[in-house]
């Protein structure tokens, strides 16, 4: 037995799925540090100084680490929907949803059938890690989204019959300029993986010898590189931050320390096996799954088909520049999950010869679907009602009995906090005990140099410590202030240091 539905049914059952997905329980978990800390309190303090080009934490740190789309995306949250934390991760959630829908159309391109089609946005929707990146503010799921956008772009550029080509480049140096807008070069990954395949399918003359190639080389400057420029121009040493910190010190350097190394490169094989759970059980015990790619005549038939080729390159490039950097990270491999949703459903049984007019969804997959969507969503629901030390939400309930009626400051030694600006914490600042600091554009204070602050405030200080390894060593370099101070234990092995002024 089969179910068909036209165009318009299949689009509003797909659009009921993504917002569900999207959307459920996002304000249920308080903001998370380190990450969404930073990123929530950037948008605010950029709000709060009405200056939306500069990212600045709290009142002096200029915070270059991401360029400004996410902070924007955070400020049309809260525009739209309030303060509160579903409103944070609101863009992040639309821009998920906005990547399944284009996986649709890039797999409707491909193919020309609504049903593969609908099936390839439904898998990336349910994989594991998109759905996890989705609940969490990092630039991560809207760079996703203009890569892959980038990548329909560049299809509609390229494939056979493809009409107004030039078009497309242009709106391609857009997509990437936007992507580039979002993480940096990260966004120009992906862009290796076209120039592969242009080689491959020997196609470099027709793409660069376009007309139109002048435009988008343009359009990507203006979008993409005119926010750097300006930064740069305004703040000086800007531009050798920007070269350390979003190339040589990811891609070469190991001083950001997150799994350098080829032993670190292992973090991609359960993020990419497990994270496209459910539908990675299909690569296994399938003539055409995994052991396929272990014949030659696997990869004739994936050369002489474009959308495979595409499809491989999409994969097998960003995969090997992601294992060969010094820096990596389980979601820096996001942009990857839509070539491999649209991989994985040239896999899943889909009756031959439908018209693409027509979607059809066998009833023992959807019910599946709807059982796994049910348990992502409970998932979600019990992750944020365990308790947790990044939960910034916590924290803060901890903190306010503690907090003076005036002017005061919180403290964090090593371990951020900055989630406390979301709730209203009137001054947040870090400071280091570490001899090799995370490198910010602003150099992050040690203890010394905040006493010497101290001197000239006339108020509290609220010293947040994680740990007792180091609790001894500050409260002696505290006493020699003169201030008072009074020692609390707090939930998750941390201590507060009040220190008042005589």
Request: hydrophobic share 50%; charged share 15%; aromatic share 14%.
């Amino acid at each position: 037995m089969e179910l068909s539905y036209n165009k318009i049914t299949i689009f509003l059952i797909l659009l009921v799925l993504l917002l569900v997905l999207a959307f459920s329980f996002q304000g249920i978990r308080g903001v998370w540090d380190p990450d969404e800390g930073y990123y929530i309190g950037t948008a605010i303090s950029m709000e709060a100084q009405k200056n939306y080009l500069v990212p600045i934490l709290g009142e002096e740190e200029i915070f270059l680490d991401k360029p400004p789309v996410l902070y924007w995306g955070i400020l049309g949250g809260f525009k739209l929907f309030g303060h509160s934390e579903s409103a944070a991760r609101f863009f992040t959630g639309l821009c998920f949803g906005l990547t399944a829908m284009v996986v649709l159309a890039l797999e409707f391109s491909m193919s020309g059938r609504l049903d593969k089609a609908f099936w390839a946005a439904v898998m990336y929707a349910t994989m594991i890690i998109p759905f996890i990146a989705a609940d969490f503010v990092t630039p991560d799921t809207p760079l996703t989204l203009f890569t892959t956008l980038s990548m329909l772009c560049f299809w509609q550029s390229i494939r056979p019959n493809g009409t107004k080509t030039g078009l497309w480049i242009v709106l391609l140096a857009i997509a990437v300029g936007l992507g580039f807008l979002t993480k940096g070069p990260a966004a120009l990954i992906p862009c290796g993986a076209m120039f592969v395949y242009l080689l491959i399918q020997k196609q470099m003359k027709r793409f660069f010898l376009n007309p139109w190639i002048v435009a988008a080389a343009m359009m990507f400057a203006a979008v993409g590189l005119s926010w750097y420029i300006y930064i740069s121009w305004k703040l000086p040493d800007a531009g050798a931050y920007f070269f350390d910190n979003m190339i040589w010190g990811r891609l070469v350097s190991g001083k950001y320390q997150r799994n350098p190394g080829a032993v670190g490169a292992l973090i991609y094989l359960p993020v990419i096996l497990l994270g496209t759970m459910p539908w990675s059980v299909l690569w296994y015990g399938n003539n055409r799954g995994l052991r396929a790619f272990l014949h030659g005549r696997t990869w004739k038939e994936v050369f002489a088909n474009p959308s495979k080729t595409l499809l491989a390159c999409w994969i097998l490039i960003p995969l090997i520049v992601l294992c060969a950097a010094s820096s990596k990270l389980g979601f820096y491999a996001l942009p990857i999950f839509p070539a491999l949703a649209l991989a994985t459903v040239r896999l899943f049984s889909c009756p031959e010869n439908r018209e693409s007019t027509i979607a059809t969804l066998q009833p023992p997959k959807s019910p599946f679907v709807l059982t796994w969507v049910v348990a992502l969503l409970l998932a979600r629901l019990i992750l944020g009602a365990i308790p947790s030390s990044h939960d910034c939400r916590t924290l803060w309930h901890e903190l306010k009995p503690y907090l003076p009626d005036g002017q005061y400051e919180i403290v964090t030694v090593d371990e951020r906090a900055s989630g406390l600006w979301f709730y209203g914490a009137r001054e947040v600042e870090n400071i280091t005990r570490r001899p090799t600091p995370y490198p910010t554009f602003i150099p992050t204070e040690n203890l010394e140099n905040e006493i010497g602050d101290m001197a000239q405030d006339d108020y509290p200080h609220l010293f947040l410590i994680q740990g007792k390894k180091h609790l001894p060593s500050i409260k002696n370099v505290l006493s020699e202030t003169g201030w008072d101070i009074k020692e609390i234990s707090l939930k998750y092995n941390r201590w507060l240091l009040i220190c008042e002024p005589q």
